[in-house]
C-alpha cells in the first residue's frame, strides 16, 4: 500500500469514526425529543434534518463552501476559515450524515411500547434511570443502526467532501476523492483495486448491522 492511499485511508476511517461518534452523542438526545414532541416545530426540524436525503450532495457542499470561505458569514463570525480544512471537513460530513443517525435512532424510540416505561415509573424510577435501564436498553438496535448508518455513509461521500474539504493530501483527501485522481489519471488497476476494497467493505457493515441488529432484538 502507498503512502498517499494509506493516508487517504487513515483520514476517511477517521472521518467516519468521529462523525459517528459526535452523531451518537447528539442525535440520540435530538431524537429523543423528536419522538415525543409534536408540533410545527417538530415537523419542520425533521424536514431539515432530512434534507440531505434529497438534496444534491453537490448543494449542500456549495452552501457550506460559501458559508464557511473566506468571506463567508462562519468564518466572518468565528474569524477562522474552515473551508479546506478537517474542521470544516467534519461538519459538512456531520450534516450530510445526520439523517442517516437520527432517522434510525427515531424509528427505534417511536417503536418503544410505553408501557416500559410505566413499568420504570411504578417501580420509582427517576426520568434518567429510566433513560438508562429502560429506553436505552430496549432501543439499543435502532442505536447500533444509526451509528453503523452514518459510519458506512461517512466512508463514501464524494460531493460535500470535495467541496468543502478540497484535495489537500493528508489533510482532506478521502479514500473517495483519492479514487476519483486515480481514474483522473487512467490508473484504472489501482483504481479497481480501491474500488473494491470501499465495496466490500461497505458491504461487510451492512451484514453486521442487520446481524446485530437481529441479535439485540432477540434479547430485548
Known sequence: MDAPLREALLLTLNLATVTSLLLLLAGYPLALWL???AGWWSTLLRALINLPLVLPPTVLGYYLLVGMGREGLITDLTGVQLAFSYPGLLIGSLLYSLPFAVGPYISALEGLDPKYEDAG???ALNRWQRLRFV???LTLSGVVTGTAMSFAHTLGEFGVV????????GQTR???IYLFDL????????AGQLAFGLLV???VLLVLIQLLGRRLIVRV
Open 135 to 137: 429506553v436505552i436498553p
Open 183 to 190: 481514474v483522473q489519471a487512467l490508473e484504472y488497476e489501482r
Open 121 to 123: 415509573r411504578a417501580l
Open 201 to 203: 467493505t461497505s458491504a
Open 162 to 169: 470535495l467541496l468543502v474539504g478540497g484535495n489537500i493530501p
Open 35 to 37: 419522538a415525543r414532541t
Open 174 to 176: 478521502t479514500a473517495a
